[in-house]
Structures are given as C-alpha cells and as structure tokens.
DNA sequence: TTGTACGCGTTATCAT
DNA sequence: ATGATAACGCGTACAA
C-alpha cells in the first residue's frame, strides 16, 4: 500500500505539503503542487479513507436499511439512493432487516462503528429509541416518522385514488385488502380508500393481510373469493396481492375487468407485463431514493434543512384490470 | 463517542488491558475481566471498527459489485450474498455498475479505500487487469473467468436443456434469441442451445440482442415475429426477454404455446405469475448468491480453497409456455 | 510557503 | 497478569 508518506518522500516535501495539495486546503506554491501530483501519479497514490474516517471521525459511507431487497418494490428505491449518493461520492453499506427488529438494531449498530455519516431506513419502528438515540441524520424512506425526515407516498390520495377510479368505472360491491397493520402507508391506503367508499354509500368488505409474500398473498385471495364470491372490484394493498387476486379470479373462471375490477398499488415492473396488465396507483419509486439520498446529504452537509418531510405525489395507471371509464 | 479509553478510566485498568478482553487475546485475572465487562456495559461500549480496521489494515467490509439492481436477476444474487456474509459478520458495500467500466472502476477503488477484505462482482470484464492488480480476493458472480474463483451456472447445460425441451415438445422451426455478446453466460447458452439444433437437424434462426432490457426486448420480439412469422417455438436468452416475445406473440393473436412455444431463462420471480405462466430454465440465484458468499470467507479465512469454480445445476421449470412432451 | 508533531481509536509488542 | 507505548495513515495546529 502507497502512503502519503512515500509520496511524501517521493516529492522531496513534507506529508503537510502532500495532504494540502491533496486537499486543496491552504497555501502551496505552483511548483511544489507539481512535484506532488507527479509524485501521485508515478506511485499511483490514493487516499485512505479509513484514515481519513478515524481522524476526522466521519467517513463517506451512508447506511441503507431494507426490509427485503427481494421484494420487487425495494429495488427500484435502492436504485434511486444509490444513484443519488453515488454522484456525490457517498458509498452505502447495505443491509436487509426482515422488518425484524434485532436485525435492524444490528446493522445500525455496525453503521456507527463503520463512522456512517448518515441513514436511510425502510423500517417500521421509526419511533424506536435506536433512531432517537441516534446521533446520526436518519431520513426515513417509505415510511413516515412524526419528528424524522421522511421521504413517502402520499397513501392517502393512493387510497382514496383507487377508490375512485374503481367505482367510476362501475364497481358496487368493492372488497378491500388491508395491508399489514404495522406498514404505516399500507394503513394510509386503506383508510383513503375507506373515506371514498363510505362517502359514497357504496358496500364494501374488508380483507385483513398480515404481509406481502406472494405465498401468503395466494391465500388472501382465494379467502377473499370464498367471502366474497360476488365481489365486483377489489382494491389490492400492492401490485403482489393483486397479482394474486388477479390469478385466483382467472382459476375462478372470473373475466377481468368484466366481472371484476382489480387496482394494485406501487407499480412494481412486473405490472405491466401481467395479462391482463394490472391497472394500479404508481408510486415514483426511484425517485423517491434519490429524494431520500438528496434529503439526507442536505442534512449531512447543512445540518438541517427546510423541508423535512417529503410527499411524492401517486397517480392511477390504467391498464387492464379495469374497465373504461363511463 | 466512547472509546477504549474510558472503559480503561471506568474499570481502573489501562487500555491494553479492556483490549485483551474485547478480544480475549492474553491473559487477565478473571476479577479485572469482570471490572472491564462491567464498564464496558455501563458505558454502552463497541469497539470502532474504523480504528481497527485502520490498524489492522483490513476491515470486515466487501464489496459487491452488480451491473443492476433493478433488472430482476440481481435481488436474489445480492440477497443471497447478504445474508451469507451476515452469518459471518462481514457486511458489504453496494453498487450498481450499469455495465460500465468506468463506473466499475470507481467502485474498486473505492473498495480499495476503504479497506474491503474482499469483492464480489458480476462484471463483464473479469479479464480487466483492475482485477488482476487487485491484491484482494475476488469472487465473480454469474460470470466465469479463466483464472479467478467464481459462481456461475451451467449456461451451456440450460441451453442444451432448453432445445431439448422444446423440440421434444414439437417444435420445429425454432429461433433463438442469442443475447448480447459480451455476456459470457448468455452466450454458454447460445451455444448449448445451438449444439442440439444443429444435432438434431431442426431448423432455426436467430435473433441478436444486445442488452436484457425490457424495452429494447420488445422491440426484438416484434423483429423475431417480422422475420420468421411462422416460428413455432423461441428459446430466449432470458425471462425479460421470453416476456416480450410472449407479449408479441399473444398480441399477434397467436395461442401460445399451440402455435409457438417459449422457454425462457433464469426463472426470475416474475414468470410464474405471467399468463400463461413461463416455463422456463432455472438458475438457483439466491443459493449462487449464498455460494459466492462462502467462497469469498474462505478465500478471505485461508487464502486459498479447494474448489475454485462452482458451477450450480440449472433445471427446466414446465410451466404454460410449452406444450406437455410427447 | 513549508515542515514538525500530535491526535483520531485500536491492537500488539515489550517490559514489568 | 498488567501497563506503557509505538504504529496504522491521515489532517491540522503551530512554528518556522
């Protein structure tokens, strides 16, 4: 390994005179920048951020916890973080959680021994003390703190979206999947989608789920067929339950939209390859991480920042589980 | 931040002393150990692994290195490395490569810098002399090199399978789709595929692809149904691909897999949900992904390993693509 | 404009 | 069995 010693030696200058030119921080005359930089060259020298980390007790790094990188939502999130760190030098150590919150607590922990100099957290604990705790700027990112920034969806309008768009295209007994009741934005949805469908009389039933495993989500939807044989328009908690709803209903001999409308919500790329194509309510998920990243080097820079919370806006996408519009 | 020092403080000891019991190297009195755990939890103590790291010149951090993310292949590679390199404490730093040699290049050397014990990657140019010069273990993913250890799947074996499958099936005007060049195994496939056609006498075309991405894939499934409109069964380079030419065909109001049949490659989660579902030749990603991992510790643990090339059995997955064999 | 010397938090060597 | 201290590679007072 080339030191800043030997580039030192090398240049015939002191390591001052190395890190300053290195660092453009004060004074170096024009020739001595020279030697030092061809001293660079010729040995191939490149800083050592760990020495660098452990003086200045920050390093370029940034903790990036997921529930699941598996799960066909996170990538896209990951993506949008990674780009957006990655253009402003920041490097991430990432970790998937299993919305399990020992794992969580294990990787924070290893993100403060590595001197992150900051978080970005998929998690459902937001309000846990190992975030409060915390000396460290956490951006929370589909998912919504009271006192953290937080990048999310605006799954209030998603919800009350779906609704909409299910009973103006003629939907009159709409069953409705309820996400996991820790998942903060799958509660949003759901009582969005609950305002509209009450407001407007129209009869609904309820479908409790407890995750967004495929496997899991195959069950909910043949129990949502034996309930509710004669239901005309289903609003899914995601595009993975209203995959399966969408299967089960064509094992049913069901036509969809015909006998029944399917709305999925985020997304997700498969969507649009389904057949019939899911129609559902798009989250911006890449952007939404590279809002997160922006967000969080805004706080690692500056400190704090105006806006603290940010909502990204959803929109209906109509594909082929619905019907047109009257 | 609390360092050893206050430990040594707190316990009365000096700082060798704590050292020797975080560590257990050495001797010390059963009593002074108890003093030392005692303030060790008192003052929440954990070691800073940037120091350590620092001083032993190595860091329990590597590097994974993946051309994206997003495509659908990669979740379960990353997933399966994470997690067998969570087992062991070894955590990773993540980037997207996007296929190009320069931002690959960033990415090793900022492995270099911070001090990564080892790398993972999924590249395209094993051969470059950046991995060469690199004095750390390596261990390419889904990509094969001469002379460095590596997981990858019997790319030649699927492609041999997926012929098999498909003539057995009845098809026989067939067309491959030869993915893009510079993708070793995209072209073991190829060229597994392409042995059995000729040896068996069946008629083929092909179609050239030079990326896996979804849109481009359309544009070659409507180039494949342009040329040879009365194909009859396609072997695609992999499942994004195979989804686009199931999309043309189902558009072109062909029954598949009556008039033409398709095998995909991969088994990404996706086409199990597609209608027809796709059947397809199976590459266990996530166990790759778990293998590489393991491959990597012991490289890291012992320097050098008795099995420097895995290669993990693919397999046809019958799904609703192809007809049922004769 | 440049160099010397110390400190960042650890581990390991060498005394004691 | 324990402690003092050098070293890991770097950045920055401070002195020159």
């Known amino acids: 390994m080339v030191t800043i010693k030997d580039v030192a030696k090398q240049a015939c200058v002191s390591v001052a005179t190395v890190s300053r030119v290195i660092n453009e921080t004060g004074y170096v005359h024009a020739d001595t920048r020279k030697k030092v930089l061809d001293a660079v060259e010729q040995l191939n020298y490149t800083p050592n951020e760990v020495a660098r980390s452990l003086y200045k007790r920050k390093s370029k790094l940034i903790g990036l916890l997921l529930p699941d990188i598996t799960n066909p939502y996170f990538p896209q999130l990951a993506r949008g973080v990674e780009d957006g760190m990655q253009e402003n030098d920041f490097r991430i150590i990432f970790g998937n959680s299993d919305e399990n919150e020992r794992k969580e607590q294990e990787y924070i922990l290893t993100f403060i021994q590595n001197n992150v100099v900051g978080v970005i957290a998929s998690t459902n604990h937001p309000n846990s003390d190992m975030y409060a705790k915390l000396k460290l700027p956490v951006v929370f990112l589909d998912r919504t703190s009271s006192d953290s920034p937080s990048v999310y969806a605006d799954g209030r309008k998603g919800g009350r979206l779906a609704a909409e768009e299910i009973i103006a295209r003629g939907s009159r007994r709409v069953t409705i999947m309820q996400g996991p009741v820790h998942i ?131 929109r209906f996408v109509e594909r082929d589980t619905t019907r047109k519009a009257d």
């Open 184 to 314: 903060r934005p799958a509660q949003d949805r759901f009582q969005g989608a609950v305002e509209v469908l009450k407001q407007s009389g129209i009869e609904f039933n309820v479908i409790q789920t407890s995750s967004f495993s495929f496997k899991e989500a195959e069950m909910w939807a043949k129990e949502l067929f034996n309930k509710h044989l004669d239901t005309d328009g289903v609003l899914a908690s995601n595009d993975i339950v209203a995959t399966a709803v969408l299967h089960e209903a064509l094992r049913l001999g069901k036509n969809v939209p015909h006998d029944v409308q399917i709305i999925g919500f985020d997304d997700i790329p498969l969507s649009s390859l389904l057949s019939p194509a899911l129609s559902t309510i798009h989250q911006p998920a890449y952007e939404m991480g590279r809002e997160a990243a922006g967000l969080l080097i805004r706080l690692i820079e500056q400190g704090k920042v105006e806006n603290r919370n940010i909502q990204m806006p959803v």
